[in-house]
């Protein structure tokens, strides 16, 4: 794995070095030149064909599968704006793709960049020590992740619930999918439109009067 940097006001062609320009039609900020960017990617090509992606707040918003898309492919180019957006023009000639963070306003796209720089990563063979640790991760289901606990036993007068205690297995198990599902009803109970329960993970649900909030959340599932 390998990572070219480039910095897109060394493609600047005049003496202040200036990749911006006021906007045709009027209005508020500046616009990214379409030359200085067209170069800067040329050069960071090397040549080389790769998906270009154009981080901004237009784009459809990065999550984990798409994470996974991208650890696919052999290169990807993350373009980062500043100022008001690039010129329609380069977009149009030059990118695959369009990523967003999220619903939030950023300077410009160099975090979002590196977030996915470092999600992507991640996937890649022999960056986590095990593989098993990406795939178990919270996004594997689309169910959050239960709480944790080390040692001590007692903290400040709180303690470790029983059933991790146990040593049984099977009431782990049970206890840390009851609280992954208590978790994402409250924090995320959009997740649970998407996730396949088995049978025995509905049983569970009915056992633990969960099942009528869930398949309320299902109900709406559009696939
Ligand atoms: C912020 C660029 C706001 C443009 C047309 C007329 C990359 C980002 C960014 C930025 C605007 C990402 C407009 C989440 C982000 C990024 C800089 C608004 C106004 N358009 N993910 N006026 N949030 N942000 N343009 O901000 O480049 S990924």
Same mark, same amino acid.
């Given at each position: 794995m390998a990572i070219n940097l480039v910095n897109i006001r060394d493609f600047a062609t005049d003496k202040h070095a200036m990749t911006d320009d006021r906007p045709f039609g009027g209005g508020e900020g500046m616009v990214m030149k379409p030359e200085p960017l067209t170069a800067a990617l040329k050069s960071s090509q090397q040549g080389k064909a790769s998906r270009v992606i154009l981080l901004s707040p237009q784009g459809r918003v990065f999550n984990q599968a798409l994470a996974a898309e991208l650890a696919g492919e052999s290169r990807i180019t993350l373009v980062c704006g500043r100022y008001e957006g690039v010129d329609e023009r380069f977009s149009h000639r030059y990118v695959n793709d369009e990523i967003s963070l999220g619903d939030y306003i950023l300077t410009g796209g160099e975090l979002a960049a590196l977030v996915i720089v470092d999600a992507v990563t991640r *996937? *890649? &063979? $022999?960056? *986590? $020590?095990?593989?098993a640790s990406a795939e178990n991760d919270t996004f594997s289901r689309n169910l959050l992740k239960h709480p944790q606990y080390t040692r001590p036993r007692s903290f400040e007068g709180e303690s470790v619930p029983e059933d991790l205690l146990s040593g049984d297995h099977q009431r782990i198990e049970i206890y840390r999918f009851i609280a992954s599902v208590q978790r994402t009803l409250a924090r995320? &109970?959009?997740l649970l439109s998407r996730e396949d329960f088995t049978s025995e993970e509905i049983k569970l649900l009915r056992q633990y009067g969960l099942y009528e909030k869930v398949a309320e959340l299902q109900a709406g599932r559009q696939g």
């Open positions: *996937l *890649l &063979p $022999g960056v *986590l $020590g095990c593989t995320r &109970p959009e």
